[in-house]
């Protein structure tokens, strides 16, 4: 608008700065706190400086099994992943045409997202306990219970991931060129030929953002796995439950093994996204910018 | 046709078989409907089976009675007197549900005003102030960042810091500004907000971004042209072209505080009442029909939240 940054710029730079700080400085001290000496509190000072606490947590000393919650998070988090990446690009292939239902879709997943997790939760922890009593009642008296972590748990999951990726989808449609696909039909390609070697190289950055957002969304997920887990803990639900319990750096501890996994995922992810966007634009074609 | 492709017989004759392939199998090809449905169908199927039926559930259940320990599949409204008790009786003075939703509808307020203000201004910032497109998008992705990250660590996270020995209370006693530790600053309705803008300003500023990139930069300068200030043109111009992010920004964080446990359970220290706390302390209690009444009733006083606020945009148009 005008020449040189306009005073606003500095107010408002200022303003973020400090949105940033907030954002990141809280995180930061849990996680410099978790090195505390065996001393350690709480809270700052430091009480020297060591690993003693992160040990402790992979020695099994700790009030739960971590380990396996570790593990069941994972899984969990993996498969999520996984079907939310493969169903939010079929879905969102599918939104580029007209079809019945279409809004049915898209308003479910809207409300999906913005349903009170608590009662998204509860409805399946219902759904599921009718179902248990059902089959207890027709089938098999000492049946236990369908909930589980790959059952109620992995839909809880993918009631809270699938919005966020067939939103993802359609960002990457509305600036998606389809003449490059008709292009590829012209010259004979099958649709999963198009979709293969056309669609897919060019929406691939995005589609590992839906997978980021997949995994990470699980990983931490809380609210929904409240109610629908079953009878085992996730990592964060054993998170959330040394909240009222704990007074040591435990808990400051196992924080900062949940974000360095989280952390790394970002940063495989965002690594990948950045390597191929910059080979699609060293490889790219010309298309489109004008004949020579 | 027949010639193009015999030039591309010749230049390329991978392809040209290729397109052989498909015309045969243009016979046997489904019908583009039917290829929408399966593409589509799977996603619909996980919310028919873990979002849609739940509800009817939720519905459904919150008229079934209930004992002690278990569900009694039979018509009762049982879970609804039970969630009003009293609300009759102590008139004027609000029952224990009215008080809840009374505290629940300011958190939201008071969070939702918070997270407007810095969601606004730091969308501004990152639309109009950041020219550059790699810093834009290095800007936004470090304020995303957090989001995936877990939100249980970003709350405890506030423990060192606002705690009876924590770094604000230290370095006030230090100072000398207070003699004693300020005991408000956790497990408080303060730590509430706190953590609630902490956690999901994040939900304002993507929308917000969102409306604010797209508005035509020429129209700020027409503005600026045609003589109007900085804030004329921020209330006449900005503002109005933003609204549809502004709106759905509130959406998210409005239906997230409703239906919150978790953030005002931990930060609250387990002790404020809330609309989706009574949910989770009527599951606990193995009361389902009276949890499902009260999930019914916040589900009513969402979708009214909603449907008002959704009058003022289509949410459609703008994805």
């Known amino acids: 608008m005008t ?3 306009p005073r606003s710029f500095y107010v408002l730079a200022i303003f973020f700065a400090a949105y940033v700080l907030f954002l990141y400085g809280p995180m930061i001290a849990i996680y410099v706190l978790s090195f505390q000496g065996p001393q350690g509190g709480l809270t700052f000072p430091m009480n020297g400086v060591s690993t003693f606490w992160i040990a402790k947590l992979f020695q ?48 479910s997943a809207i409300a999906s997202l913005i349903v009170p997790s608590i009662i998204t939760s509860l409805g399946i922890s219902l759904e599921f306990r009718i179902i248990d009593d059902l089959i207890k009642a027709h089938w098999n008296e000492n049946f236990e219970t ?23 989808m359609f960002a990457i449609f509305n600036r998606f060129d389809p003449r490059l696909e008709e292009a590829a039909r012209d010259l004979g390609a099958t649709p999963w030929q198009a979709f293969r070697h056309v669609v897919l190289p060019i929406i691939l950055p995005s589609v590992i953002g839906i997978g980021l957002f997949g995994f ?20 964060p639900l054993d998170l959330q439950g040394l909240t009222t319990t704990v007074t040591n750096p435990d808990i400051y501890a196992l924080g900062t093994v949940i974000s360095a996994v989280s952390f790394t995922v970002i940063t495989l992810a965002l690594g990948t996204i950045h390597m191929l966007n910059k080979r699609q634009a060293a490889k790219g074609s010309d298309a489109g910018k004008g004949l020579v | 046709m027949d010639t193009s492709e015999d030039i591309l017989q010749q230049a390329s ?46 519905v459904i259940v919150s008229f079934w009675d209930y004992n002690e320990y278990q569900l009694l599949p039979a018509f009762s409204g049982r ?99 207070i003699n004693q530790p300020l005991e408000w600053l956790l497990f408080s309705e303060f730590s509430v907000v706190l953590a609630l803008v902490h956690l999901f300003t994040f939900f304002m500023v993507v929308p917000i971004f969102n409306s604010m990139v797209r508005i035509d930069k020429s129209l700020i300068e027409a503005a600026y042209d045609a003589g109007a200030t900085g804030f004329q043109t921020l209330v006449n111009v900005i ?25 005002i359970g931990v930060m609250g220290g387990q002790q404020i009442a809330s609309a989706g706390k009574i949910i989770e302390t009527r599951v606990n209690a193995l009361q389902f029909p009276a949890a499902a009444a009260n999930a019914v009733i916040l589900l ?12 003022i945009v289509d949410i459609k148009k703008e994805l």
């Not at chain 2, 969601?119 to 810093?135: D, E, I, M, Q, R």
């Not at chain 2, 503002?239 to 409703?258: D, Q």
């Open chain 1, 146 to 168: 369908s909930m589980g972590l790959l059952t109620s748990g992995l839909g809880a999951h993918l009631t809270w991931t699938l919005p966020f990726g067939l939103l993802i």
């Open chain 1, 216 to 235: 990470t969304l699980s990983w931490d997920e809380l609210a929904r796995s409240s109610q629908a887990i079953g009878a085992v803990n996730t990592l």
């Open chain 2, 13 to 58: 004759p991978d392809l040209v078989r290729g397109s052989e392939t498909a015309r045969r199998s243009k016979a046997a090809r489904l019908s583009p409907s039917f290829i929408s449905w399966l593409q589509a169908g799977p996603m619909m199927l996980v919310f028919l089976a873990f979002f849609l039926i739940p509800l009817v559930f939720v």
């Open chain 2, 239 to 263: 503002i109005p072209l933003a609204k549809p992010g502004i709106v759905i920004g509130s959406i998210f964080v409005i239906t997230i505080v409703m239906g919150d446990f978790i953030t």
């Open chain 2, 79 to 177: 879970g609804y007197t039970d969630t009003f008790e009293g609300c009759i009786a102590q008139l004027p003075d609000l029952c224990t549900i009215g008080r809840t939703y009374v505290k629940t509808l300011k958190l939201c307020v008071m969070v939702w005003a918070i997270t407007l203000f810095i969601g606004f201004w730091v969308a501004y910032f990152l639309a109009f102030h950041v020219k550059s497109k790699t810093w834009q998008m290095g800007l936004s992705l470090l304020c995303t960042i957090p989001f995936w990250t877990s939100n249980v660590i970003r709350m405890i996270a506030w423990i060192p810091l606002l705690g009876r020995n924590g770094l604000v209370n230290s370095g006030l006693l230090k100072s000398g500004l």
């Open chain 2, 300 to 311: 009513v006083i969402t979708f009214l939240i909603i449907t008002m606020m959704s009058r």
């Open chain 1, 3 to 5: 020449e040189g940054r």
């Open chain 1, 60 to 107: 099994g000393t700790g009030i739960v099994d971590l380990g396996a919650a570790f593990r069941r998070s994972l899984l969990l988090g993996i498969i999520v992943m996984i079907v939310t990446v493969v169903l939010s690009v079929a879905a969102g292939m599918a939104f580029r045409r007209k079809f019945r239902a279409q809004s049915i879709l898209f308003y």
